[in-house]
T-cell receptor, first 111, second 114 residues
Framework: GESVGLHLPTLSVQEGDNSIINCAYS??????FIWYKQESGKGPQFIID?????DKRQGQRVTVLLNKTVKHLSLQIAATQPGDSAVYFC??????????FGPGTRLSVLP | EAQVTQNPRYLITVTGKKLTVTCSQN?????MSWYRQDPGLGLRQIYY???????DKGDVPEGYKVSRKEKRNFPLILESPSPNQTSLYFC?????????????FGQGTRLTVV
């Protein structure tokens, strides 16, 4: 069935460095992808999304890259800050519905 | 403020005692869903609803029921809870098929079944 996975379950970075969180997806029909951030005790919060007709999208300090050839998604966070410490999930969907989530990557920002 | 509201936030119950977790959204969204979150397994979909009176099973529906009598509400029902249903539960809503936009999540309900 559909599945979404992450290469690295935990990631530690120095404050100020760039972070890269990776995700592999298995359903080649998926056409919409989202990165969510989940802080302790809270529900997932939207960070950035990308449609399958794009390969890159930028937000404020965040960039999502989509490689449909190898079914790979990544989230880049520039100048990582302590407030970026959280668990990050990628999610895939078809036609904008029924999101399938990966297990998550915990990002720890070191002072 | 656009939001998804779940209640209760925390619940401890005993095996076999029926319980309901409520979910309400104020965004007039058509699509609502329930997820459970367990360590190392991410978010797994329990049930979803594409509109009023339209519900369908997700990946892990066993032991759960839902109803969608009104657009804004999507309660999750555990008729006979068991300890393996101890988990963190999230309700989410989004607009409708073909509209590519985020799903909004509630704050979560931490359920413990003893």
């Amino acid at each position: 069935g559909e599945s979404v996975g992450l290469h690295l379950p935990t990631l530690s970075v120095q404050e100020g460095d760039n972070s890269i969180i990776n995700c592999a997806y298995s359903n080649s029909a998926s056409d919409y992808f989202i990165w969510y951030k989940q802080e302790s005790g809270k529900g997932p919060q939207f960070i950035i999304d990308i449609r399958s007709n794009m390969d890159k999208r930028q937000g404020q300090r965040v960039t999502v890259l989509l490689n449909k050839t190898v079914k790979h998604l990544s989230l880049q966070i520039a100048a990582t800050q302590p407030g970026d410490s959280a668990v990050y999930f990628c999610a895939e969907s078809f036609y904008g519905q029924n999101f399938v989530f990966g297990p998550g990557t915990r990002l720890s920002v070191l002072p | 403020e656009a939001q998804v509201t779940q209640n209760p936030r925390y619940l401890i119950t005993v095996t076999g005692k029926k319980l309901t977790v409520t979910c309400s959204q104020n965004m007039n969204h058509e699509y609502m869903s329930w997820y459970r979150q367990d360590p190392g397994l991410g978010l797994r979909q329990i049930y979803y609803s594409m509109n009023v009176e339209v519900t369908d099973k997700g990946d892990v529906p066993e032991g759960y029921k839902v109803s969608r009598k009104e657009k804004r509400n999507f309660p999750l029902i555990l008729e006979s809870p068991s300890p393996n249903q101890t988990s963190l539960y999230f309700c989410a809503s989004s607009t409708r098929q073909g509209i590519y936009t985020e799903a909004f999540f509630g704050q979560g309900t931490r359920l413990t079944v003893v």
